[in-house]
């Protein structure tokens, strides 16, 4: 039993804040029994409906409630907006006075002031008169800082004046530039001729190359040039073409009985692609022997370069058609297109390497080929190539 001033007292020191353990400690001083103490400190608590392991338990649930949340708060806060590092980009010319057909040899210097890895793109152009003439570009990785040395093929039919080399590099969606003015060395201004304005082109007054198998014009088509198409076949031309024979051509084709086995004797101790490479040559003389051993060969690849070695050294079209390797196929109307100046069988190539064609031409300053020309900057670089040719 405890006295009800006990618990008073009891109830007065734990308002003002001391504990339990010191008040037990307190009253055991003065006399006061262990029982009759606990007796009375647990007539407080269970006034105030207060349970220990309850208590306990809340405090727990309470304390592991509040870690969660903290470390929520911590992961789900919106970091501080991430600043993207500034990008760099200079660029150096090694020399600044350059002639047509020179080297264009430049630095490019790229920092960067974050430590993140990228796959940089880099475009160079070279602008003439803010066109586009030439253009080349790659994709490095970066990270920090990149200095590199890169060149471009100047065009030897460049005109002598002011040029600038625009280099760009894109990035997170963004792109970059920097520019250097270089000069092309010539003729100067006050030396160059110009055509008279108004003044009409004209064409030379004979186009005949003294080639009976070449059909010889010039007009607005050829650029008023002059243009000398190979006429296949050609009966007179000590060729035994395709569509061609004893009985109609017997100048160019009465020499194959003669010759009949001359193909299987040249290949006489010849491995298959020693075969296939003389097989141009032979065709000239023994075109049914080629003929029969290209169709003969097993291998895919051979047999396709076979055909093209006949068709090249034959100027003949047709067998190309034999052809099954794209790349090859290509190869074949290419060389053919060539060598009879005949950029119309460009056409013939699948479209992805077509303009490999066309630009054999443009390198010949044949800019009729410009409109036909699939990839937009190649058709703009000679778009401004024969704008460049047609004031000179």
């Known amino acids: 039993m405890f006295s009800k001033s006990l618990a008073s007292f009891v109830k007065e020191q734990i308002k003002e804040g001391h504990n339990t353990g010191s008040i037990k400690k307190y009253l055991k001083n003065y006399g006061y029994h262990e029982t009759e103490i606990e007796a009375a400190i647990n007539s407080i608590y269970q006034k105030k409906g207060f349970d220990y392991k309850k208590i306990a338990i809340i405090a727990v649930v309470v304390i592991v409630i509040i870690l969660l949340a903290v470390s929520l708060f911590y992961l789900l806060k919106p970091g501080k907006k991430e600043t993207k590092p500034e990008m760099t980009l200079k ?30 793109n880099i475009e160079n152009s070279i602008l ?28 030897d039919k460049l005109k002598p004046g002011d040029y600038e080399l625009e280099v760009k590099i894109y990035y997170d969606n963004k792109v970059k530039t920097a520019t250097s003015a270089f000069r092309i060395k010539g003729e100067t201004a006050e030396e160059e001729t110009t055509p008279e304005e108004g003044l009409e082109k004209e064409c030379p007054l004979s186009c005949d190359d003294s080639n009976d198998c070449t059909e010889d014009s010039c007009g607005e088509e050829t650029g008023f040039k002059c243009s000398n198409t190979l006429i296949i076949p050609c009966c007179g031309n000590n060729l035994c073409e395709g569509g061609e024979t004893e009985r109609n051509c017997e100048t160019d084709c009465k020499k194959d009985k003669e010759v009949k086995i001359k193909g299987e004797e040249a290949f006489e101790g010849l491995t298959i692609w020693e075969k296939i490479r003389e097989i141009g040559n032979i065709s000239i003389t023994n075109l049914k022997f080629s003929e029969e051993f290209c169709k003969g060969v097993k291998q895919e690849t ?8 006949i068709a090249e050294a034959r100027k003949d079209i047709t067998y190309c058609e034999n052809i099954i390797n794209n790349r090859t196929n290509g190869n074949c109307y ?19 390497r077509r303009d490999y064609c066309y630009m054999s031409f443009v390198k010949e300053e044949d800019y009729s080929v410009c409109p036909r020309l699939n990839n937009k900057y190649l058709r703009q670089s000679c778009n401004t190539l024969s704008n460049i040719n047609s004031k000179e």
Not at 107 to 118: A, E, L, Q
Not at 144 to 151: F, I, V
Not at 302 to 309: A, G, T, V
Not at 334 to 352: E, M, P
């Open 302 to 309: 051979y047999k396709d370069q076979c055909f093209l070695n």
């Open 128 to 155: 003439y008169k803010k066109n586009v003439i030439s253009k080349s570009s790659e994709k490095i990785q970066f990270s920090k800082r990149s200095l590199t040395q890169q060149s471009l093929e100047l065009h």
């Open 334 to 352: 290419l060389a053919i297109a060539q060598s009879t100046k005949d950029s119309q069988l460009c056409a013939k190539i699948i479209i992805t």
């Open 91 to 120: 660029v150096e010319l090694t020399k600044k006075e350059l002639m047509p057909g020179d080297t264009l040899k430049f630095n490019v210097d790229i920092s960067s002031s974050g430590v993140k890895r990228y796959i940089l």
